[in-house]
């Protein structure tokens, strides 16, 4: 599934155990909506991959979307993955404090958490 837009798309691919759901640009209050309708159209699995290395933004309204994206996938008993931030968004996860709250990885570390 994909959802596309001038300055930002997201492209969705579901397995058994995972949703990955890949936001290319920029997410801000322009298009945070295509985003978050992403992230809630993802089908329920143990995890929600969430691979940031395609966005070259991430404001505080796409923070807010990743947090109650997060308490979502938790409430339901997954966990929510961020993978492969580019270094303006890993800054941003790191000024939020989001980085203690989920879990980021590099794509190489994901077989330690998702069996093949």
Do not use: K
């Amino acid at each position: 599934m994909r959802q596309r837009g001038d300055r930002f798309h997201v492209e969705i691919s579901v397995t058994d155990q995972a949703v990955d759901v890949r936001p290319v640009g920029e997410i801000d209050i322009a298009t945070v909506g295509s985003f978050r309708a992403a992230l809630w159209a993802a089908p329920a699995r143990p995890v929600l991959r969430v691979e940031l290395s395609g966005v070259r933004l991430l404001s505080a309204s796409g923070v807010r979307a990743l947090v109650a994206a997060h308490l979502r996938v938790r409430a339901r008993g997954g966990e929510l993955v961020l993978v492969d931030p580019d270094p303006v968004v890993a800054r941003v996860l790191r000024a939020t404090g989001l980085h203690r709250v989920m879990v980021v990885r590099e794509s190489a570390r994901l077989g330690e958490l998702v069996p093949a």
